[in-house]
């Protein structure tokens, strides 16, 4: 019989996959399943990221797996945002530790062997509206909001009260040249989205 770690290296995408595609890969939704799950993350071969959600352990990968894509599979509906999508863009010189994330849905926090996934509730009109999807190489994809809209969660979700941009430069240290680059009619179809 073969192991869960077995299975999953043939048949998940990425090596991510859920409790319902293991139990399709093993025709069995039951104490059996169950049983392969728990023996393959006590060995370490796998790891739970949350309730029915797992990942091979990164030395049975080929490549990394993609965070930001693991994102969209943990909490949701969501997408990447504010300082994430802010340092992806190249808007905040910094490092970024933590995939955060704009939902719908409560905010809650996810620490797991892949990282830190913190999605927090921002409640708009258009939820998608300045969100793109992004295409990697490797084949994964995410919801990415834009710069000036991962700003705006921002400022939402920390409650700033900015009067001029040069806080924003001061605070995140955003980059001048990308602020001066944004149409001052995308500043005004944010406000209106987010009422």
């Not at 509206?129 to 084949?139: L, M, N």
Request: aromatic share 10%; hydrophobic share 45%.
């Amino acid at each position: 019989m073969q192991t869960m770690t077995e299975i999953a290296l043939e048949r998940a995408h990425r090596g991510v996959f859920t409790r319902r595609e293991a139990a399709g890969w093993v025709e069995d939704d039951g104490p059996r399943l169950d049983a392969l799950l728990k023996r393959a993350v006590a060995h370490g071969e796998v790891w739970r990221i949350r309730r029915g959600l797992y990942c091979l352990h990164t030395r049975y990968l080929k490549r990394p797996v993609d965070a930001f894509a693991v994102a969209q599979l943990v909490h949701g509906p969501s997408y990447i945002s504010m300082e994430a999508a802010l340092s992806h863009h190249g808007w905040i010189p910094e490092a970024v530790y933590t995939v955060t994330s704009a939902s719908v849905a409560r905010s809650r926090t996810f620490t797991t062997p892949l990282g830190v996934f913190s999605f927090t509730r921002v409640p708009q009109r258009v939820f998608y509206a300045a969100v793109s999807r992004v295409e990697t190489r490797a084949g994964d994809s995410f919801l990415l909001a834009d710069p000036l809209k991962a700003l705006a969660d921002y400022v939402y979700v920390h409650r700033c009260r900015w009067t001029s941009l040069t806080p924003v430069m001061e605070d995140l240290r955003v980059e001048e040249e990308a602020l001066r680059d944004v149409p001052p009619e995308a500043f005004d179809l944010l406000k209106e989205l987010n009422r």
